[in-house]
């Protein structure tokens, strides 16, 4: 829900009819974060989920309508067991602990991917948090968790084909997981990869891409407003005329 006023927005350098509605974040870098400074990958995101607190904070008192953030792909399975594991407990506590602040700031939390494929706990606290949030009328919060684009459009494509036999652009888009949230205006990408790593790929089609190589641990609110400048300043054309 947005809290501050126009003149504290432009306190902030925004622009109040520049916010972009929908943002959504690739969340890069933890592991490099953390090996850069001697430390065990685990800490770099460990780092991350601190990270996340003021950027949701921050999205929500600015009044964006909705927040996509990547925090596990469809594709991260392929990693080890073990580090597997400590994003598993990190989702856990994360939730456990931030929840109660995210209700009363009006989130409502959903999970977006194929959730069923985490062990029992990580389901049940997922669950939990979107039950709860189910009807605030903040900050609209995806956590995408087991997601990947073409997976999403797979199945958009199969619930679209249950409903009509020649489903329209418009049958896809409402059988996304994000239907409700609309395209993104604003792609940001931390740790310095310029690739989109099958985020969202339907809901991107005219969104305005931000890279940045500062690892997502180091990823500020002063970050953020860099990346709220910057799209502040784009022409977005649509593919029509100026
Ligand atoms: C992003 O950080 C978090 C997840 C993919 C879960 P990485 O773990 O990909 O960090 P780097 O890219 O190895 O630095
Ligand atoms: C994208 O980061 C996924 C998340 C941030 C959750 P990756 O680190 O998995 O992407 P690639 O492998 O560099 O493309
Ligand atoms: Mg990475």
């Not at 890069?28 to 953390?34: I, K």
């Not at 850069?36 to 607190?53: E, S």
């Not at 989109?196 to 005219?206: C, E, G, K, P």
Request: hydrophobic fraction near 40%.
């Amino acid at each position: 829900m947005r809290k501050y006023t126009d003149r504290e927005l432009k306190e902030f350098g925004l622009a109040p009819d520049r916010i972009p509605k929908h943002i959504a974040i690739v969340m890069d870098g933890n592991g490099r974060w953390a090996t850069g400074r001697g430390l065990p990958r685990a800490a770099g995101h460990r780092a991350g989920v601190n990270a996340l607190r003021d950027i949701i904070r921050f999205t929500s008192d600015i009044g964006v309508e909705s927040l996509t953030i990547y925090a596990f792909s469809t594709e991260n399975r392929k990693r080890p067991k073990d580090e597997i594991g400590i994003l598993c407990g990190l989702l856990i506590e994360y939730f456990n602990r931030e929840i109660d602040e995210l209700h009363q700031n009006g989130v409502r939390i959903k999970s977006i991917g194929d959730l069923s494929w985490f062990p029992t706990a990580v389901q049940e606290t997922v669950r939990a948090a979107e039950r709860k949030t189910a009807d605030n009328p903040g900050l609209k919060l995806n956590i995408a968790l087991n997601y990947g684009g073409r997976a999403e459009l797979v199945r958009a494509m199969r619930l679209a084909l249950s409903e009509t036999d020649e489903p329209d652009e418009a049958a896809i888009s409402r059988n996304l997981y994000t239907a409700d949230s609309g395209d993104v205006d604003l792609l940001i990408r931390t740790g310095g990869e310029e690739r989109v790593s099958n985020f969202l790929l339907w809901q991107i089609a005219y969104a305005e891409l931000y890279f940045t190589d500062v690892k997502w641990p180091d990823f500020t609110r002063d970050e953020l407003i860099k990346a709220l400048k910057d799209f502040a300043g784009r022409e977005r054309r649509f593919g029509g005329l100026k």
